[in-house]
């Protein structure tokens, strides 16, 4: 089950795993693997806005993913739960409920998030429910641990968050990547 001939809605094929390591190629692994799970999944970095991204999908179709915990968690937790046969719209509240409440814009939703939220399978309306509202307090459900974690540096808020500061690669794109 490769799944690596998936598009993504901006027509992009996931990039190769090896070229990364440690968790950014896990990410792309489990992106590779699980692409249909990927695409009905929202990505809750805030790359709808910076990137005009409509899944998590689309982050790995570029260097996107590499240093972003959000990514890459949300494609782990995906991989796991859909290994353990559960339904895209289990896989959906749960990525959701961890990761929604760290979503930097809701006071100015994308129109990506809304279609999401009029579309997705486990609670389709106008908006999040309650438990997703913004929060930066709330801990996140760690992936690769397995432990709830303590959000230390909110969205947005981070010299590594989401690929790029400044239109530079980060610090973390940079050390993610396989030496050749």
Known sequence: MSGSGKLSALGEKVLDPGKYIGKAKMGYIAAQRVP?????????????????????????????????????????????????????????????????????????????????????LWAPGVGPTAAEKH????????????????????MGKSEDCCGKKDGKESNAAKASKVSK
């Open 36 to 120: 249909e799970v990927c695409e009905k999944i929202f990505c809750y970095c805030g790359c709808d806005y910076t990137d005009e991204h409509a899944s998590l999908l689309d982050c790995f179709t570029s260097d996107h993913g590499v240093d972003c915990i959000y990514c890459q968690g949300e494609a782990v937790m995906a991989y796991k739960m859909s290994r353990k046969g559960s339904s895209a719209a289990d896989i959906q509240k749960a990525i959701d409920l961890n990761w929604g409440p760290k979503y930097p814009f809701f006071e100015q939703p994308s129109p990506a998030i809304k279609k999401y939220w009029k579309t997705r």
């Open 135 to 154: 929060n930066d307090e709330t801990p996140l459900y760690d992936p690769f641990t397995g432990s709830m974690e303590k959000n230390v540096a909110p």
